[in-house]
């Protein structure tokens, strides 16, 4: 009896477990939710790079100068021995000193290639006496290995000397270049004074002159002839130069051509006066003078 209570008890402990744990066919609680992978998020899309950015351009290299031919000191005085050697009563017997001899030779290149050669040379003379003879070269390279000779003084005689036509040409264009940008520096100055002077005009001389020739009626009397000139004569002191104060100086010289008419009036030469008048209406047209001159025409006829 004790036994079936034991096994009893046990049996229904092996049962509540198995009701607590819930079975293995019971259904899932609704709370519970299986995990699951997390949605794969796409890589954010990137520009093709299939079409690149434009790329400038380096900027164009102008082509430069010729280069003048380079020739080394051994070419240039070779060349120059045996232009020397030819001038001397025995060649074989020239002795040059070496290149390396810092005393002995002197080259230079100026800035336009031209290699400038002074040394000496020792040779025999006629009489068969070693002696020592200076000499120059200039040299215009045409490559690395030939050259013209510009000029060679051997002792003190010249064998060539195409260097005094090149300086003149040098100098010829030196010359020109300068008369040329003094000729240019000048018609700029003339220029702008033009450009000044036409400004004063339009903004001053101008309306000047047009008030004085307003001012004025038809001179007939050599004292309103007087009285005119002055007022012109001031715009032409005030503005000189303008184009206003070159036609108040024309105004004046008509008004003294007309002037000339009162002295023949005052002879009794009313012929001459007459004339004068035709002159002047013909020389000045438009002028006060020539207006004058036409009033003053009329009443003599």
Same mark, same amino acid.
């Given at each position: 009896?004790?036994? *079936?209570?034991?096994?009893?008890?046990?049996?229904?402990? @092996?049962?509540?477990? @198995?009701?607590?744990?819930?079975?293995?066919?019971?259904?899932?609680?609704?709370? /519970?939710?299986?995990?699951?992978?997390?949605?794969? =998020?796409?890589?954010?899309?990137?520009?093709?790079?299939?079409?690149?950015?434009? =790329?400038?351009?380096?900027?164009?290299?102008?082509?430069?100068?010729?280069?003048?031919?380079?020739?080394?000191?051994?070419?240039?005085?070779?060349?120059?021995?045996?232009?020397?050697?030819?001038?001397?009563?025995?060649?074989?017997?020239?002795? /040059?000193?070496?290149?390396?001899?810092?005393?002995?030779?002197?080259?230079?290149?100026?800035?336009?290639?031209?290699?400038?050669?002074?040394?000496?040379?020792?040779?025999?003379?006629? /009489?068969? $006496?070693?002696?020592?003879?200076?000499?120059?070269?200039?040299?215009?390279? %045409?490559?690395?290995?030939?050259?013209?000779?510009? @000029?060679?003084?051997?002792?003190?005689?010249?064998?060539?000397?195409?260097?005094?036509?090149?300086?003149?040409?040098?100098? *010829?264009?030196?010359?020109?270049?300068?008369? $040329?940008?003094?000729?240019?520096?000048?018609?700029?100055?003339?220029?702008?004074?033009?450009?000044?002077?036409?400004?004063?005009?339009?903004?001053?001389?101008?309306?000047? %002159?047009?008030?004085?020739?307003?001012?004025?009626?038809?001179?007939?009397? $050599?004292?309103?002839?007087?009285?005119? *000139?002055?007022?012109?004569?001031?715009?032409?002191?005030?503005?000189?130069?303008?184009?206003?104060?070159?036609?108040?100086?024309?105004?004046?010289?008509?008004?003294?051509?007309?002037?000339?008419? /009162?002295?023949? %009036?005052?002879?009794?030469?009313?012929?001459?006066?007459?004339?004068?008048?035709?002159?002047?209406?013909? *020389?000045?047209?438009?002028?006060?003078?020539?207006? $004058?001159?036409?009033?003053?025409?009329?009443?003599?006829?």
């Amino acid at each position: 009896m004790m036994l *079936r209570i034991v096994t009893l008890g046990i049996a229904a402990g @092996f049962l509540a477990m @198995f009701l607590a744990c819930g079975g293995s066919d019971r259904p899932r609680s609704a709370t /519970f939710r299986e995990s699951t992978p997390a949605p794969q =998020v796409p890589p954010p899309q990137v520009a093709s790079t299939n079409e690149s950015a434009p =790329v400038e351009s380096a900027p164009a290299v102008e082509p430069s100068a010729p280069q003048q031919p380079k020739m080394g000191s051994y070419s240039a005085m070779s060349i120059a021995k045996e232009a020397v050697k030819k001038t001397l009563k025995a060649p074989s017997t020239a002795e /040059f000193p070496s290149l390396t001899w810092s005393t002995g030779n002197k080259l230079t290149t100026d800035s336009d290639g031209r290699i400038w050669i002074e040394s000496y040379v020792d040779s025999q003379n006629g /009489f068969g $006496a070693q002696i020592r003879t200076e000499w120059s070269a200039v040299l215009q390279p %045409l490559s690395s290995t030939q050259a013209n000779i510009l @000029f060679l003084q051997v002792g003190e005689t010249i064998v060539v000397d195409k260097m005094s036509a090149l300086l003149a040409e040098k100098q *010829r264009e030196l010359e020109v270049a300068r008369l $040329a940008a003094k000729r240019a520096e000048a018609e700029a100055k003339a220029k702008a004074e033009r450009e000044r002077l036409a400004k004063i005009d339009l903004e001053q001389a101008r309306p000047a %002159l047009n008030d004085v020739i307003a001012s004025i009626d038809p001179p007939t009397t $050599a004292k309103d002839i007087d009285a005119a *000139r002055q007022k012109l004569e001031a715009v032409v002191e005030a503005y000189p130069g303008t184009g206003s104060a070159e036609q108040a100086d024309d105004e004046s010289s008509a008004l003294g051509s007309l002037r000339t008419v /009162f002295l023949y %009036l005052n002879a009794g030469s009313k012929d001459k006066a007459a004339d004068k008048l035709r002159d002047v209406i013909e *020389r000045k047209p438009g002028t006060i003078a020539a207006k $004058a001159a036409e009033k003053l025409l009329a009443d003599l006829q």
